[in-house]
């Protein structure tokens, strides 16, 4: 999802996105195809902190939440979009939000956004091709779902497969 809110910021024209991320892969595709800065945190790249006007969480990691907090500059918004375990809670210092005066959002399931994505695709200002690294069967399809399918990113499952 990350990957996908790089390139709708980028078409709504915000001119700065970065992006942070463990995998090498997916974070140098996105730097080569849509210009972006990215950060490998598990390389030890550390998102700089009072930096950012908006940042998106898109993972739904305690961790990652602190960290969006963190980047925040004074006036920022926040957009907790990552899907945390209902039961996880992250630390948040209350006096942060207060002095940085940030809006902090959580998003759940919009079913009202399709008309904007398909107009999006449309006007090719945003292109997922570049993030699907895998076209699967039908028959696969239950390999992927159950973890016997590695290294799969984004994948397009070809329904006219039928053998």
Do not use: W
């Not at 078409?11 to 995998?23: C, E, P």
């Amino acid at each position: 999802m990350g990957e996908l809110f790089v390139q709708t910021l980028k078409a709504m024209g915000v001119h700065q996105v970065d992006l942070a991320g463990i995998s090498e892969e997916k974070l140098k595709l996105n730097h080569d195809h849509f210009g972006v800065t990215t950060f490998n945190t598990a390389q030890g790249n550390k998102i700089p902190n009072n930096a950012y006007d908006i940042v998106v969480e898109a993972v739904g990691n305690p961790v990652t939440q602190e960290e969006a907090i963190a980047a925040t500059r004074r006036g920022a918004q926040v957009l907790m979009f990552g899907v945390a375990n209902p039961k996880s809670q992250f630390k948040i210092n209350s006096y942060e939000i207060y002095q940085k005066q940030l809006t902090i959002q959580g998003s759940f399931i919009n079913p009202y956004c399709f008309e904007d994505v398909i107009g999006l695709l449309e006007a090719h200002k945003v292109d997922v091709l570049p993030l699907i690294s895998h076209e699967l069967s039908l028959g696969e399809v239950e390999q992927f779902t159950s973890g016997k399918l590695k290294d799969v990113s984004k994948a397009v499952v070809k329904v006219n497969d039928l053998k």
